[in-house]
């Protein structure tokens, strides 16, 4: 093992909604438009936020998550893309210390430890001065090997305000404040039901993204932050990319081509996933669930999650797609369907008490309320067979949906072959809907947590592909 540098900071708050994203999109995109090769991380199962992250920094946001994945797998998937970059920034989630348990266990914190990573603290000062101070004397002695290195003033009111805080805080905690956000009239990035409004559905995106750098640029003392993300060493192990993706022996003549909805229905993919179908050995095809009326010669098709209810009336207009595809399912095409996904292959979504016709594949309705039905870090255990994993297989994901099902045919509701272990899940503690080769599920799985995710998915599409071929050899022949 040999090492090398690579520079890298956390940015941390001490709740959810404390504006970490705001300064970490704002520094994102400062350092890009100097011409800084910056790589974003998202601490959590995220994908709204890392979608942000991406824009602003002009490449893929990676996910690093200690409930999802070992700390062997974050170490070398941080190093993976972090070699390449100036300045790696990783945008922490909920309150710095908050994880799955009373001692924090997948918190931010344990996260900043783990890449042995300077924290930037953003202090959210909302009717707030001198207990400033005592929220980050907290956070230091509630960790004191955690390594906090500044602090960023946010919600500022006035200069006076900014004045109070910032003494007290260098006072007593001896960090330096690196900057202050005053307060916005309006926020810059606009908030819906699942939270802040996805970058490919807001007009406005870029030049708030603009704004944010501007800000960044004036307000925060982005010299001195990159020179402690600098301060930090790093680390390189050889053959990492082998070690994170494993390959399948596949010759070209039989390489399996996956379909992926992507657009603005289907959103919700990690990058790692996605590349770790192509390293598995599978050529991707993206199509438009919402415009393209043909479904080309596929093995396989990944529908990740999104948002159907909210482009219903558009999936639901193409019938002709829609067709094709429950045609195909019906011929035997395996589908892996997350969440929105999921939603898009029942009979329909019912949203705003109007009701919209999905694909009907499967004899389920989707209903979506007001509150989200399962939400958080889920554990499945595989317990009857089914197209992608193996009996035994324990599964760790992230759920989060508003939707509920409601069994609305015969003959195609399909069978739940998951036992929950933890989370919600499909429907009273089972998981993982199979019909045909359907499997769905409201558990979003990272590959770099589920390695067995890919490989299944191209194995299932190799195997469909023989089926396929072979099928049509023997109607040629006859």
């Known amino acids: 093992m040999s090492r090398m540098n690579l520079p890298r900071l956390v940015v941390a708050a ?9 300064v970490t999109l704002g520094l994102l995109r400062a350092w890009h438009r100097q011409g800084l090769r910056v790589v974003p991380f998202k601490k959590g199962p995220d994908y709204i936020d890392a979608a ?20 062997d797998v974050i170490l070398k998937s941080f190093a993976f893309r972090a070699e390449v970059a100036d300045i790696s920034v990783v945008e922490g989630n909920r309150g710095l210390f908050d994880g799955v348990d009373e001692l924090g266990t997948s918190s931010t914190a344990e996260l900043a430890r783990c890449l042995d990573a300077p ?38 009111a006035t200069s006076r305000h900014e004045t109070i805080v910032r003494k007290t805080v260098e006072r007593y905690t001896g960090l330096p404040v690196l900057g202050a956000i005053s307060r916005m009239k309006e926020d810059p990035l606009p908030m819906r039901h699942l939270g802040i409004t996805p970058y490919d559905e807001y007009p406005g995106a870029l030049e708030a993204l603009d704004r944010l750098g501007h800000i960044a640029t004036e307000s925060l003392d ?11 060493g790093g680390w390189r192990v050889e ?19 996956i379909g992926i909805f992507r657009d ?26 919402l415009r393209d009326n043909n479904l080309p010669e596929l093995d396989a098709l990944y ?57 009907g594949a499967i004899g389920w309705d989707f209903i979506v309320g007001e509150r989200p039905i399962g939400h958080g870090y889920t554990i499945l255990e595989v317990t009857s067979p089914n197209p992608f994993y193996d009996v035994g297989t324990r599964l760790r994901g ?20 998951c036992r929950v272990v933890r989370g919600h899940g499909f429907d009273r503690g089972l998981e993982g809907l199979v019909f045909k080769n359907i499997f769905g599920t409201y558990t979003h799985v990272h590959a770099l947590g589920s390695p067995e995710w890919a490989i299944h998915i191209v194995r299932a599409a190799m195997q469909y592909r023989l089926m396929s071929r072979s099928q049509a050899t023997e109607i040629e022949t006859q």
């Not at 009717?127 to 290195?149: F, H, M, S, W, Y």
């Not at 993919?269 to 590349?275: C, F, S, V």
């Open 303 to 359: 529908v990740g999650g999104g948002f159907p209810e909210t482009q219903a009336a558009s999936l639901s207009a193409n019938e002709v797609l829609r067709d094709r595809l429950r045609h195909a399912i019906y011929q035997g095409l395996p589908v892996y369907a997350e969440c929105g996904g999921l939603m898009y292959l029942g009979r329909q979504v019912i949203w705003d008490k109007k009701a919209y016709p999905m694909v």
């Open 264 to 289: 603005q229905a289907f959103q919700f993919y990690y990058p790692e996933n996605l590349e770790a179908l192509e390293r598995t050995g599978a050529r991707l095809v993206f199509l438009n669930a």
């Open 14 to 22: 001490l709740k959810g909604g404390a504006g970490k994203t705001i």
């Open 119 to 156: 924290v930037i603290l953003v202090l959210d000062c909302t009717k707030v001065t001198r207990t400033a101070a005592a929220l980050v004397l907290g956070c230091q002695n509630l960790d004191p090997e955690l390594d906090i290195e500044g602090v960023i003033l946010n919600n500022i």
């Open 239 to 257: 053959g990492i990319d082998e070690l994170l993706f494993p390959r399948e022996e596949i010759p070209a003549s039989q390489t399996p081509v």
């Open 222 to 232: 982005i010299q001195k932050l990159k020179t402690i993300a600098d301060q930090k």
């Open 52 to 71: 942000w992250l991406s824009r602003a920094s002009g490449g893929p946001c990676y996910n690093l998550d200690p409930f999802l994945m070992s700390k």
């Open 398 to 417: 992230h759920e989060f949906h508003y939707s509920r099902p409601v069994p609305a045919g015969r003959g195609n509701q399909g069978r739940l072959t």
